[in-house]
């Protein structure tokens, strides 16, 4: 069985948990990863700046940032996977949403199946639709449409 922590850096948090851990737990499910423990934090530009530049010397905010722990440890005698921490600015997601002409919602979804997808170890070199883990990620967006997760932006 796999766990998900959800929390918002400052603000309250402006979606269902419910239906975000539901969603990541059907991702993880339909990759068939199990007994992670992953963490989401959902924040503003300013805050995923700072976590950009600290990380990847890039001072610019972004969407989404992975930060991959890969450890196991030991829980009443199950062995738990810890991936790492997704982050995902709510600003730039709503800036995101406007540019690619859809709704803030499917670009949550997207946002976080990317984050998972970079968790369990894949990565692109380019935002070119034919890399094998942008592909995955469309699959799985299309997989799991009717999916919801409401989401209040302002």
């Not at 069985?1 to 309250?12: F, H, L, Q, Y």
């Not at 993880?28 to 700072?50: G, P």
């Amino acid at each position: 069985m796999n766990r998900v922590a959800i929390r918002s850096e400052e603000d309250p948090l402006p979606l269902q948990s419910e239906s975000a851990e539901r969603f990541i737990l059907t991702v993880l499910d339909r990759l068939e990863h199990d007994r992670w423990d992953l963490s989401v934090l959902f924040c503003r530009d300013t805050y995923i700046r700072t976590l950009n530049s600290r990380f990847r010397h890039k001072n610019e905010a972004t969407d989404v940032l992975s930060f991959p722990l890969g450890e196991t440890v030991e829980e009443a005698g199950e062995i738990r996977y810890l991936p790492g921490d997704i982050v995902i600015s709510l600003e730039t997601l709503a800036e995101n949403a406007r540019y690619f002409k859809v709704p803030p919602e499917e670009e949550l979804r997207r946002l976080l199946i990317h984050g998972i997808l970079h968790l369990a170890g894949m990565d692109h070199a380019t935002n070119a639709d034919i890399e094998p883990m942008l592909r995955l990620q469309e699959s799985l967006m299309a997989e799991l449409a009717e999916e919801r997760i409401p989401l209040r932006l302002v």
